[in-house]
């Protein structure tokens, strides 16, 4: 038997079986055995977890970056087109005012 847990793998568990066995250690150091190998896998399974929470995080702060970069140049565009367009009206009313100023004055009619 001991044989066989030794040829299964040569992992710090497998000794650990080993020496329980032949010392007569009892179901006890079996039982801490199991919980310590289901407390390493346990771990073992958090930090992978851990991981790839961690690498989704890191990717959509990166499209978040891209995101907010672009935002960021079409607002400087609608800027620029506010700017644009604001400087027309202001044109367009200043050419306007100088169109009436040279418009003679109409003549009243009685008839309102």
Do not use: C
């Not at 992978?48 to 961690?54: A, L, S, T």
């Amino acid at each position: 038997m001991v044989q066989e847990i030794k040829n299964r793998g040569g992992s710090i568990f497998g000794e650990l079986l080993e020496v329980g066995l032949n010392e007569n250690m009892g179901i006890f150091f079996f039982l801490f055995v199991a919980l310590g190998a289901l407390f390493f896998m346990v771990v073992r399974w958090v930090v992978q977890q851990n991981k790839e929470r961690e690498d989704m995080a890191a990717q959509r702060e990166r499209e978040h970056v891209h995101l907010i970069k672009e935002l960021s140049s079409s607002l400087q565009h609608i800027e620029e087109l506010r700017k644009e367009n604001r400087q027309a009206h202001e044109r367009q009313e200043s050419m306007l005012g100088r169109v009436l100023d040279r418009l003679p004055p109409r003549e009243r009619s009685d008839n309102l």
